[in-house]
Nanobody, 115 residues
Framework: QVQLVESGGGLVQAGGSLRLSCAAS????????MDWYRQAPGKERELVAS???????NYRDSVKDRFTISRDNAKNTVYLQMNRLKPEDTGVYYC?????????WGQGTQVTVSS
């Protein structure tokens, strides 16, 4: 399975920005679609953004025009640039990819947006 390690979370005021990173192990990163999920306290985990191996992106409506997902295949890393953050963006953010043996998840990184 692919090993995923997220970083970049933290505490930020509403309106601020953060950039999350997800470093992946393995030699076939460039052929994998990558996802960012988040989970707020007491809520189910939800898909935030996806990027295909060809760079096609998709976002949930609540983050469109504020978040940008990107990837650097040379560094085996996927990013989530988060701008104009809102308190409702607070949660643990997870990186995920699907493989032949099922999904691989990172350990998550906490994002807290204060009002």
């Amino acid at each position: 399975q692919v090993q995923l390690v997220e970083s970049g979370g933290g505490l930020v005021q509403a309106g601020g920005s953060l950039r999350l990173s997800c470093a992946a192990s393995g030699k076939i990163f460039s052929s994998r679609a990558m996802d960012w999920y988040r989970q707020a306290p007491g809520k189910e985990r939800e898909l935030v953004a996806s990027i295909t191996s060809h760079g096609i992106t998709n976002y949930r409506d609540s983050v469109k025009d504020r978040f940008t997902i990107s990837r650097d295949n040379a560094k085996n890393t996927v990013y989530l640039q988060m701008n104009r953050l809102k308190p409702e963006d607070t949660g643990v953010y997870y990186c995920r990819t699907m493989g032949a043996s099922g999904p691989s998840w990172g350990q998550g990184t906490q994002v807290t947006v204060s009002s």
